[in-house]
C-alpha cells in the first residue's frame, strides 16, 4: 500500500507542490485546515502530514506553530524549502487587457500588489478561500476574469498562463515540514526545533539559555516568540538549533533548558533542508 | 482644523474602532493599505496613522513590523490594545436555521471555526477582502446569508445582531500603534520598540545584546524576528524594552547595541497602554 500523506489542501496549493517533492509516489490526502492535518496524523488515517511553516515574507505561519506547541503526538520529520512563484491565470483565449475581475487569496493579492496595481488598476478584486479555489472561481466566471494562482493549478483547471513570477520579491520562499508519529534519526547534518516559557518574567531569564546554547557552540538557526494566548505580554520562544537531540552535547544543554523552563518541548530533530 | 487620523480601512473594521478610541473627535481617513497608511503621514495627507500591530491568537502583523523596520520618517506615539469581539450579522428578519451563505475574511473565518462547524456545518463558505466586506456584500446577496464581522459594521450597513463574541477564544485582543512623525515625550511610564541585526551569525550575538539589557534589570516586553526578506536564516530582530529612550539608563544601553549591531533603528518610545 502507497504511503498516504495528509496536506493542507485543496489539490492545486503550494503545499500540494511541497508533499509531492516529498514524495511523488505516495497517496496524497487533502485535509481542509493544518489542524486536521495533525489530526490524520495523530489518528492514523494518514502515516504523515504536510504544512507550511514559514515564508521568507509573510513569516511564520501561526497554525502551525500552534499546533506544534498544544498537539501531543506528532514530531516534524524533515523540512523542505520551496520557491513560491505566483502566475496570473486566465481561460485560454482570455487578454490582459479584456479581464475586468480578479481572484485571489487575499495573501497571494498582498504579495502580487506591484503587477496588480500597474497592470490591472480599475480591476475588481474577488477574495478567494484559497489559491487553489480562485483559479477554480476564475474558470466558471461569467465576466472576463483572470486569477492568481499556482502552476499545478493551471493543470488541475486548465487554465492558460498569462504572466508567470508575477509575485512583488523574487526571493519568495516557504519552509515546509512533514509531520509524523515519529521524527528522523540522526544524519549528521541535523536541526532541532523545540519551545519554552518561563513561569517569571524577570529580565535575563531568555538570554541565560541562549547562553546555554552558544557556550557550547550551538548554533540557533531560529528564533520566535508566541503570545501565549493567555493574554499579550507573555510569550512562548520557538527555536531551532543545529544538531540531533540524540547528540550528547545537544542532549546534555537540553535537560539543562529543561531545568531552568516552565513548558518544554522538542518538536523533533530532522535532517537539514538542502535543495 | 480637526486633526486627520490615517487609518486601514474601509469603515466598519477594528482599525477604525481602534482610531475611534484613539481619537472620536478627529476627522478619519480610510486608506486601502497599511503602508498606504504609513505614506499618508510621510506626505502629510494626515498627522496621524493607526494600524495594527500584534494579535493575541494570529501572533504579529507583518506588515506593520515591516513598515516600520523599512519605511523612514514615521514613528510609534502611542498603543492601543483592545479586545477583538466577531458578530454574526444578518438581514433584519433572517433566522440562523435559515442561512446557507456566510461572508467572512479568511483570518476571521480561522477564529471562529467552533461556532461555525457546529452551528452552520453545511453553510457556503464565501471570502471577503476585510471584515467590512463581508458585510456588505452580505447586506445584498439575494441568498438567506450571514457575515461575521464587528459591531460598528452593524451600525454601518444596519444589519442584525445574531449572535455576539462569536470567536474561540474568550481572551482575543489586538495591540494597535499610532503612528506619527514623532514619538512621545517621556512620561514616567513608557516602552520602546526597536530592532536590529547581525552582521554576522555566530552563536551568542543575540545573547550579548539581551544581556546588556538584563545588566541594567531593562525588561524585556517582546521579542520577535522577521526573516530579513533576502532568505530563512537570516534574522531582524525585534524587541519592546521599559523605559524611554530618553532615560539616561535607556540612552546609554541603547548606544551600546547601535555598536555591536549592523541594522539598528528604534521605532519610538511612547507610554505604555493602560485600558
Redesign the interface.
Known amino acids: 500500500m502507497a504511503k498516504r500523506i495528509a496536506y493542507l489542501g485543496p489539490q492545486g496549493t503550494f503545499t500540494e507542490d511541497a508533499a509531492l517533492l516529498h514524495d511523488k509516489t505516495a497517496q496524497l490526502i487533502p485535509f481542509p485546515?493544518i489542524p486536521a492535518v495533525a489530526v490524520a496524523v495523530v489518528s492514523g488515517m494518514a502515516e504523515e502530514g504536510v504544512v507550511a511553516i514559514?515564508?521568507?515574507?509573510?513569516?511564520?505561519v501561526?497554525?502551525t506553530?500552534d499546533l506544534l506547541i498544544h498537539e501531543s503526538g506528532v514530531f516534524i520529520r524533515k523540512e523542505l524549502?520551496l520557491p513560491i512563484e505566483h502566475y496570473l491565470l486566465v481561460k485560454p483565449g482570455t487578454e490582459a487587457g479584456g479581464v475586468k475581475v480578479l481572484y485571489s487569496?487575499?495573501q497571494a493579492l498582498?504579495q502580487c500588489?506591484n503587477v496588480i496595481e500597474r497592470c490591472f488598476p480599475k480591476v475588481n478584486?474577488v477574495?478567494?478561500?484559497s489559491n487553489a479555489?480562485a483559479v477554480e472561481e476564475m474558470m466558471v466566471s461569467t465576466h472576463p476574469a483572470a486569477a492568481i494562482g499556482t502552476r499545478r493549478a493551471a493543470e488541475i483547471y486548465s487554465a492558460e498562463i498569462l504572466a508567470r513570477g508575477i509575485q512583488d520579491?523574487a526571493?519568495n520562499?516557504t519552509?515546509f515540514v512533514v509531520l509524523a508519529l515519529t521524527d528522523h534519526p540522526p544524519t549528521g547534518s541535523d536541526k532541532t526545533s523545540l519551545c519554552f516559557s518561563f513561569a517569571d518574567?524577570?529580565?535575563?531569564v531568555?538570554?541565560e539559555v541562549?547562553?546555554k546554547?552558544?557556550?557550547r557552540?550551538?548554533?540557533?538557526?531560529?528564533?520566535?516568540?508566541?503570545?501565549s494566548?493567555?493574554?499579550?505580554?507573555r510569550?512562548i520562544?520557538l527555536i531551532d538549533i543545529e544538531g540531533h537531540h540524540d547528540d550528547s552535547l545537544v542532549s546534555e544543554v537540553l535537560k539543562q533548558v529543561r531545568e531552568v523552563t516552565s513548558l518544554f518541548k522538542v518538536f523533533g530533530s530532522y535532517p537539514r533542508y538542502t535543495a
Open positions: 485546515s514559514e515564508n521568507s515574507l509573510e513569516g511564520s501561526t497554525d506553530l524549502v487569496h487575499p498582498g500588489r478584486v477574495a478567494a478561500l479555489a520579491k526571493s520562499v519552509r518574567d524577570r529580565p535575563g531568555l538570554c541562549l547562553q546554547f552558544a557556550e557552540n550551538i548554533n540557533l538557526a531560529k528564533i520566535e516568540s508566541r503570545p494566548k493567555e493574554s499579550l505580554g510569550y520562544f
